[in-house]
């Protein structure tokens, strides 16, 4: 009887060991890889600002975070991302809106011309079904059966079912209705916040 407790104090002893080592070698593979995981998402982002402004050259001149109550009184946050272009020239804006999807977050990027118009989107985080509400990423793209490019959203976009303009994906109603409010509400942030100046510092170059 003693021999096992000594055999099950030593066991004890071993794991806690090991455990000790494997955390200190994750906490120093997770300490080496933060750095090109930020690099990575702050390319991904300046990718996706061109993408949506439509434009290779541009730079961000200003970022704001603005936060709004939604009907339901849930705070939501937004990103606001001025840019101009090589001359100066106000381009509009990128805009990061979130809300819930039919399997979770769904959080999209979309570039505001000066006069509201939407210049283009993508899509950055959503947990979709593959093949139905995933389509969201090429469904409202310019050409496409849902079009929404060159709309102007002072009047909210909605789904055709709901008496709107806009198709909804095919057997993905919800998620479009989510797609649609994010980008209704990311253009009322958008207007909510002050235009830039051209004597705004730069502080985030974004060039091909």
């Not at 794991?15 to 955390?23: E, F, I, Q």
Request: aromatic share 6%.
């Amino acid at each position: 009887m003693k021999k096992l407790e000594s055999s099950l104090l030593n066991m004890v002893l071993v794991l806690t060991l090991v455990a000790v080592v494997m955390g200190g070698i994750l906490a120093y593979v997770n300490h080496l890889t933060e750095g090109p995981i930020a690099e990575q998402k702050a390319k991904a982002l300046a990718d996706g600002i061109k993408t949506v402004m439509c434009v290779d050259d541009l730079t961000v001149v200003k970022t704001d975070t603005l936060r709004q109550n939604d009907a339901k009184g849930k705070e939501m946050t937004f990103v606001i991302y001025q840019t101009q272009d090589a001359q100066g020239k106000d381009l509009g804006a990128a805009v990061e809106s979130t809300t819930g999807g039919f399997g979770g977050n769904l959080k999209v990027l979309v570039g505001f011309a000066p006069d509201g118009k939407i210049l283009g989107y993508t899509l950055l985080e959503h947990a979709e079904t593959p093949g139905l509400g995933a389509k969201a990423d090429k469904w409202f793209q310019k050409g496409e059966k849902g079009d929404i490019i060159g709309k102007d959203p002072k009047e909210p976009l909605t789904v055709s079912k709901d008496g709107g303009q806009v198709d909804a994906i095919t057997a993905s109603t919800i998620t479009s209705r989510a797609f649609l409010l994010a980008v209704n509400n990311a253009y009322n942030a958008y207007k909510a916040t002050p235009a830039t100046d051209a004597e705004t510092g730069a502080t985030m170059q974004v060039k091909r």
